[in-house]
């Protein structure tokens, strides 16, 4: 079946550390994203790509880094420079439909720093 | 600036009845989408439903219709014959283009629990 495969589902983080939450699609579609949620608060764009390896930054980017070296994969560095780091993290890609595009989700990471 | 502000945290239906969402936004744009996701337990956001702005049919998937009042900037879900499982958190999002990118802005969503 064609998805979106984010992992780990649960990761744990001690202050200071980097951590790099995954992100495989096998849709085949050439834009791909990451949303931060927190408690209370819609999803919040931390970075997009539209196609291999090109990037931008969203509205909440700093502390975060990315690469898109495949179509398939768009993995998410979460550094220490991140000053307030746990929270779930979603991963996206979308197509166009009638000019529409759609975002199909992953299942999410639950980041927590210790 | 556009924003999305969904302006009930939570919501509850009794099972088979009829439950309505709000949504309302703003932008200066004529040319948009605006979608309806549902998050449910499990986390793994669903799309539920779309609506082209330059449409004036509202939009309908089964049990999930919207009432689109463009002037007025409001789209909200309408869920007919709740069932146990629409209980979920759902998200109104807004979609824009800028600069050949597409944009969304997501309301910060409607706990929604469906009571037996």
């Known amino acids: 079946d064609g998805g979106i495969t984010q992992s780990p589902k649960y990761l744990f983080r001690k202050e200071g550390q980097n951590v790099t939450l995954s992100c495989e699609q096998n849709?085949?579609?050439?834009?791909m994203y990451w949303y931060r949620q927190d408690p209370g608060q819609g999803l919040r764009l931390i970075y997009y790509?539209?196609?291999?390896?090109?990037?931008q930054k969203g509205d909440i980017a700093e502390g975060y880094s990315v690469s898109r070296e495949k179509k398939e994969s768009f993995p998410l560095t979460v550094t220490s420079a991140q000053k307030n780091p746990t929270a779930f993290y979603l991963c996206?890609?979308?197509?166009?439909?009638?000019?529409?595009?759609?975002?199909?989700f992953g299942a999410g990471s639950r980041l927590t720093v210790l | 600036a556009q924003t999305v502000t969904q302006s009930q945290p939570e919501m509850s239906v009794q099972e088979a009845e009829t439950v309505t969402l709000s949504c309302t936004y703003d932008?200066?744009?004529?040319?948009?989408?605006l979608f309806w996701y549902k998050q449910p337990p499990s986390r793994q956001m669903i799309l539920v439903i779309r609506?082209?702005?330059?449409?004036?049919q509202n939009a309908t998937e089964n049990r999930f219709s919207v009432n689109f009042q463009k002037a007025a900037k409001s789209f909200s879900l309408k869920i007919s014959d709740s069932q146990l499982g629409d209980a979920a958190m759902y998200f109104c999002?807004?979609?824009?283009?800028?600069?050949?990118?597409?944009?969304?802005?997501f309301g910060t969503g409607t706990r929604l629990k469906v009571l037996a």
């Open positions: 996206a890609s979308s197509i166009s439909v009638s000019g529409a595009n759609v975002l199909t």
């Open positions: 849709l085949n579609h050439d834009a």
């Open positions: 790509s539209q196609i291999v390896n090109d990037f």
């Open positions: 932008t200066s744009e004529s040319d948009y989408y």
């Open positions: 609506q082209e702005a330059y449409k004036q």
């Open positions: 999002a807004y979609l824009f283009t800028t600069s050949g990118t597409y944009k969304y802005i």
